[in-house]
C-alpha cells in the first residue's frame, strides 16, 4: 500500500521545485542588465514513480507519479547563433582595424587641400615660372628658394607623421598579443573549473557566460574553430562542458590542427608572440610565434621548408593581423624564402622616398646644367654646377632639404641656360642642343650635359646672361617630365610627379572605401546575428514577469494541496473511531 503520508511528499516537492523555479526567475531579473548574462530556466523532471518495478512491488493498478523535481537549472542559448557571431565578430574586428589604419593615413596626407604636398609642389612650379619673367629679381628668387623649402619640409612632416603612426601600431600589436595571450590564459583556467564541478552533477552556468565571452573576444582577434568536450565523472545532461579552441583552417607542419585550448589538458595552452626582423629597414614582423608552456613553437610547413611560426600570408584574419598589416610584415614565396616587405605604412613611406629622390633628383640634373646670378663684386664669376635640393645623403622624403649653396645665396638660383653662341665647336654645340632637347633624359645623359658645360674650353665668350631666365622656365617644365618610379613590392610605373601623386591618393581613397564598406557590411552581420542571439538568450522583463505569474500560482496550489492532505489526516487521525466510544 502506499503511505498515507504519499499525497503530502508529493505536495512538498511541487512546492520546492516551483520555489526553485521562483528563485531563478528572480536571479535573471536581477541580472536583466548585466552584460554578456544569459537567461536560466529550471528544467522540470518528473521523480520516479511507486512503486519500482520488482519482484516483490506492491500489487497496485499502475505506478503512482510521486512529484517533480528540478533537474537540472540550464542556460537558454543557442550555440550555432554562437559561431555566427564569433565569425562575423572576426571580420569586423579586421576591417575595423584596417579601415582605420586607412582613415589615420587619409588624415596625414591631406589631400586633396591648399596646404597637402601636391599644392606645394604645383606652388614651386609656379615660383620658377615667375622667376623665368624676372630672373635677376632677388624677391623672385627668394619666393624660389622658399617654396622648394616648404616642399621639402612638406614631404618632411608626410614621413615623420607617418613614422611615428607606424610605430604607434607597432606598440599596439604588442598589446593586443598580451591582451590575447591573457584572454586564452583565462579560457583555461576557465576550462579547468568547469572541468572540476562538472562530475560533480553541477551545470555551471555563471562560468558558461564567462567561457562565452572570452570566445567573443578572443574571435576578434584571430579566427578560431570550437569544440566542447564533456566533462569526466557524472555531468549532469544539460552540462556544456568545457571548450577545446584550435585556429581556423590552418594545421601544423605535422599536419595536425594548431590548438590553442585544449578542454582536456590545462598545460596546453599555447602564448602569441612577435618575431620581428630588427635589423631591416624597417623593422618589421617576420611572423607570428605560438608557444607552449615548454617554450616549444608550432611549426609550419610550406615548399619543403620549415618556419618555427606562422607567416601573415597564412594567418588568420582578425583585428591582430590588420594591425600586422598597417605596420609591415615579410613578405615570402612559395618556400618561405623571404622577398620583401609588405604593410600600408611601409608602402606609402617607400612610395614617398621614391617621389622625393624622382622629384629631387630631377629638379637637381636640371638646375646643375644652369647657371646663377653673377655677383655685382665679381661679374665674371657665374655660380654653375650646384643642386638645388641636398643630396649629400641618400634622398628620403624624411631627410629632403634644400641645398648649401641656395641656403647661402640665392644668387645661385640657376635661372639661366647657357649662351649657345658662346660655343667654339659646333659639333660640341649640335651634341648639347640634341641631348638638351630629349625628354625624359637618362642620368647618363644629364651626367654629359653637365660635362660639357663644365669645360671652359668649349666657350669663346660669357657661358650665360644675368637676364636669361630660360634655366627657371626649363625647371618649372619638369612639372611635365614622365619619371619612371619603383612599386614598393616591385614593378614600375611611368609619369608626372603630380599624376603619380594623384594615382597613389586615388589608390588609397579606393582602399579606404573598400575598407570601410566591408567594415560597415560586417558590423551589420554582426549586429543581426546580435540580435538574433539576444531574442534568445537575453532576459526579457514581460516574460519573466509572466514566468513569476505561473510559477507563484503552483507553488500557491501546491500548497493547498498540502492544505487538503493536512485535512484529510486530520480526519483519519482525530475523527476516525469516536463511533462507538
Do not use: C
Not at 510 to 519: G, Q
Amino acid at each position: 500500500m502506499t503511505s498515507t503520508f504519499h499525497g503530502l511528499e508529493t505536495a512538498r516537492r511541487g512546492m520546492m521545485t516551483q520555489q526553485y523555479a521562483l528563485h531563478t526567475v528572480g536571479h535573471n531579473i536581477a541580472n536583466a542588465n548585466t552584460e554578456g548574462y544569459t537567461r536560466q530556466r529550471v528544467n522540470f523532471a518528473q521523480t520516479e514513480p511507486y512503486p519500482a518495478v520488482g519482484m516483490n512491488a506492491p500489487r497496485l493498478p499502475g505506478q503512482l507519479g510521486t512529484g517533480v523535481k528540478a533537474g537540472s537549472v540550464q542556460r537558454v542559448r543557442e550555440h550555432f547563433l554562437d559561431v555566427q557571431y564569433r565569425n562575423e565578430n572576426n571580420k569586423y574586428g579586421y576591417w575595423s582595424a584596417r579601415s582605420d589604419a586607412y582613415l589615420k593615413m587619409e588624415d596625414i596626407m591631406n589631400e586633396p587641400s591648399t596646404n597637402g604636398l601636391a599644392s606645394q609642389i604645383d606652388r614651386f612650379w609656379a615660383a620658377l615660372q615667375e622667376l623665368s619673367v624676372e630672373p635677376e629679381d632677388a624677391g623672385a628668387r627668394a619666393v624660389v628658394k622658399e617654396r622648394g623649402i616648404f616642399v621639402a619640409e612638406t614631404f618632411n612632416y608626410l614621413s615623420s607623421s607617418l613614422h611615428a603612426i607606424r610605430n604607434d601600431y607597432g606598440n599596439e600589436i604588442d598589446v593586443t598579443v598580451t591582451g590575447l595571450n591573457t584572454l586564452l590564459t583565462q579560457l583555461n583556467d576557465v576550462n579547468q573549473e568547469i572541468r572540476k564541478a562538472e562530475p560533480h552533477g553541477y551545470v555551471t552556468n555563471d562560468l558558461y557566460d564567462e567561457q562565452d565571452r572570452l570566445l567573443n573576444e578572443i574571435s576578434k582577434f584571430i579566427k578560431i574553430d570550437t569544440k566542447r568536450v564533456d566533462s569526466p565523472g557524472q555531468p549532469n545532461p544539460a552540462a556544456e562542458g568545457a571548450v577545446t579552441v584550435t585556429i581556423s583552417g590552418l594545421v601544423d607542419s605535422s599536419g595536425n590542427p594548431i590548438t590553442l585550448v585544449d578542454a582536456t589538458n590545462k598545460d596546453a595552452v599555447k602564448q602569441f608572440s612577435v618575431k620581428y626582423d630588427d635589423n631591416a629597414n624597417p623593422n618589421h614582423v617576420q611572423y607570428m610565434e605560438i608557444k607552449d608552456s615548454t617554450g616549444a613553437s608550432v611549426s609550419y610547413t610550406q615548399g619543403g621548408t620549415t618556419m618555427e611560426g606562422l607567416p601573415m600570408s597564412v594567418f588568420p584574419s582578425g583585428e591582430l593581423k590588420a594591425l600586422v598589416e598597417a605596420y609591415g610584415h615579410s613578405v615570402y614565396d612559395g618556400t618561405l624564402t623571404e622577398t620583401g616587405i609588405s604593410g600600408l605604412y611601409p608602402d606609402m613611406l617607400n612610395t614617398l622616398d621614391d617621389m622625393a629622390r624622382q622629384f629631387a633628383t630631377e629638379v637637381n640634373n636640371i638646375h646643375k646644367i644652369g647657371f646663377g646670378l653673377a655677383s655685382p663684386t665679381d661679374p665674371n664669376n657665374i655660380p654653375s654646377g650646384n643642386v638645388f635640393f641636398d643630396d649629400t645623403a641618400p634622398i628620403t622624403a624624411g631627410n629632403l632639404k634644400i641645398s648649401a649653396a641656395i641656403n647661402a645665396s640665392l644668387n645661385n638660383i640657376a635661372a639661366a641656360s647657357v649662351n649657345v653662341d658662346a660655343f667654339n665647336d659646333p659639333a660640341v654645340k649640335d651634341r648639347y642642343l640634341e641631348l638638351i632637347a630629349k625628354s625624359p633624359k637618362s642620368q647618363a645623359e644629364y651626367d654629359e650635359i653637365y660635362t660639357i658645360l663644365s669645360n671652359d674650353s668649349h666657350f669663346n665668350g660669357p657661358k650665360a646672361f644675368a637676364g636669361d631666365g630660360s634655366g627657371a622656365l626649363r625647371l618649372s617644365y619638369a612639372k611635365e617630365t614622365r619619371l619612371t618610379f619603383t612599386s614598393p613590392l616591385g614593378g614600375t610605373s611611368t609619369g608626372t610627379i603630380s599624376s603619380y601623386y594623384q594615382s597613389v591618393i586615388g589608390q588609397m581613397a579606393v582602399a579606404t572605401n573598400e575598407a570601410s564598406r566591408n567594415k560597415g557590411n560586417a558590423e551589420i552581420l554582426r549586429d543581426s546575428v546580435e540580435f538574433n542571439r539576444n531574442s534568445v538568450s537575453n532576459v526579457s522583463l514581460d516574460e519573466e514577469m509572466t514566468l513569476m505569474i505561473q510559477f507563484q500560482h503552483a507553488y500557491n496550489a501546491a500548497a493547498r494541496n498540502i492544505t487538503m492532505v493536512d485535512e484529510m489526516l486530520d480526519r483519519i487521525i482525530n475523527g476516525m473511531g469516536v463511533v462507538g466510544r
